[in-house]
């Protein structure tokens, strides 16, 4: 039984199919070229148009922030900033940089590969927009046992409250 193969575009070789990269935008949900002709040519297109290169993938991921700021309110959970660069997502379980670590697919723990997660995942709601301030206060604050310094204001506010109606 012969093995069904495949001529790529770019090198003209019939090759196997399983030297070919999926994708469903083409014929066989097939890429066009082989996988050493993709590499081959994806990097020396990357070498050559390095400024553009990056210039769309920091639209990319722009565009995808914005998106994720929108479906969560593009304001603090806490205090109400909705300036977006002072904006974060927050885990409201405490576990985001070892949540961040399991999802990664590199070493390195990207903000873009963790927004495209959200997405992929439909917004999960144990996560949250916070502030640069208010998610700091949270997590730097051992004082405060995890409650922003704003809500920590307003929780002493009622305790003070409480006192007062108790002792009268």
Not at 8 to 15: G, M, N, Q, V
Not at 44 to 59: E, I, P, S
């Amino acid at each position: 039984m012969s093995e069904e193969t495949n001529q790529c575009t770019r090198c003209k070789e019939f090759k196997s199919l399983s030297c070919y990269k999926k994708n469903n935008r083409y014929k066989g949900n097939l890429h066009l070229y082989c996988k050493p002709c993709a590499t081959y040519y994806s990097g020396n297109y990357y070498q050559k148009n390095k400024d553009l290169c990056k210039a769309r993938t920091k639209q990319k991921n722009k565009i995808i922030r914005e998106k994720i700021l929108n479906f969560y309110g593009n304001k603090c959970a806490c205090c109400n900033e909705a300036n977006s660069k002072f904006l974060t997502i927050d885990h409201t379980n405490g576990d985001g940089s070892e949540h961040r670590r399991s999802i990664s697919k590199t070493k390195r723990n990207s903000a873009s590969s963790f927004y495209k997660w959200i997405i992929k995942n439909n917004y999960p709601n144990f996560l949250r927009l916070l502030c640069w301030n208010c998610n700091s206060g949270r997590e730097y604050n051992i004082d405060n046992k995890g409650v922003c310094p704003h809500e920590e204001t307003q929780i002493d506010w009622l305790e003070e409250a409480r006192e007062l109606f108790l002792v009268s």
